[in-house]
């Protein structure tokens, strides 16, 4: 989801909640402690220069249960961040803590937010000799070839 998707999102509800990947809400009374964009310069393991740009969104929870982030404070922060920090229209990323500091992109399922896990990756795969599709092996080669998957024989 990108920033402006968002604006258009929180134009048409009146509370936010959000969703964790198992299903189970972020309590209700959740902050929103940060909003900014997020550069990052890198090279690939390939040898590549490159770019990523995200929203980021920090939410945060405390003993104050009975705070509760509407909509419309939710865009008046996003106004005041857009303002001050000259955002982008990117892609949003939500920090949220967890065991850790958890990273996740940002969908909407019709009634809450929804964080759905990331997920690290390889970017230079062809450089890598990491195979874009997993080889399909005939089960029939192999016997056509002398070869074998039995117990113990190492093949599986």
Known sequence: MTLSELKTTLSELQQVQFKLPNGALVPAHFHVT?????????????GTLRTESVINFQLWTSDDYDHR???AKLKSIIALSEKHLQLKDAEIEVEYQAETIGKYHLDFD??????????????????????????????TDLIANNQSCTPGSGCC
Request: with cysteine; proline share 4%.
């Open 69 to 71: 982030l509407s909509a």
């Open 110 to 139: 019709g009634s809450s937010f929804v964080l759905r896990n990331t997920h690290t990756d390889c970017l230079a795969k062809d450089n890598c000799g990491i195979p874009t599709t997993k080889p399909k092996i005939k089960l």
């Open 34 to 46: 940060e909003v900014g964009q997020i550069d990052k310069r890198f090279i690939d393991c390939g």
